[in-house]
């Protein structure tokens, strides 16, 4: 064999070998495609329902949902930082826009706490609701996230 035949078939095993890989990458490629695909409708439907759930939920108690996105939102508000360009350009109005925040905040408690005791709602009770809420909104968290770990991983 002379080294242009050898030339010659050692390129065709190249193409050959490019060919396959190239089929096997497209291949691949599209299954993927698919199943991330089928992920996204997956958990798209989960999320839905998940949603359905949660609203629900609040619909079944609303005042709850109140409270418990109320004390999200503080919960929220006290854990963010407070950045160095808000205290920038905030300055020395800062400490008094918070006192005033504050005591607005305060008259808003003790104006909800009164509705609630002209409406028969407990402390405890609205606790329980709240916790209610909050499980059921967890519970549905977690299946949607299980479902899409399910998919993400082609069990389903």
């Known amino acids: 064999m002379s ?39 997956g958990a798209r439907e989960r999320a839905g329902v998940a949603g359905e759930r949660t609203a629900a939920a609040v619909k079944s108690n609303p005042i709850a949902a109140v409270v418990g996105g109320l004390g999200i939102g503080m919960l929220l508000g006290a854990l963010l930082p407070r950045s ?3 205290a920038e350009m905030l300055g020395p109005y800062g400490s008094k826009i918070t006192d005033r925040a504050r005591d607005a905040a305060n008259a ?12 028969g709602f407990v402390k405890d ?31 389903e």
Not at 108 to 119: Q, Y
């Open 125 to 155: 009770n609205a606790r329980e609701t709240a916790k209610k809420l909050m499980d059921t909104a967890k519970e549905a968290a977690n299946e949607a996230s299980s479902a899409a770990a399910e998919k993400a991983r082609g069990s």
């Open 108 to 119: 808003a408690r003790a104006v909800g706490e009164e509705k609630l005791d002209e409406l």
């Open 84 to 86: 160095r360009r808000e």
């Open 3 to 41: 080294v242009k035949d050898r030339a010659t078939e050692v390129s065709e095993n190249v193409r050959d070998s490019y060919r396959a890989t190239k089929a096997k990458a497209e291949e691949t490629y599209e299954a993927a495609a698919a199943r991330t695909g089928e992920f996204y409708a």
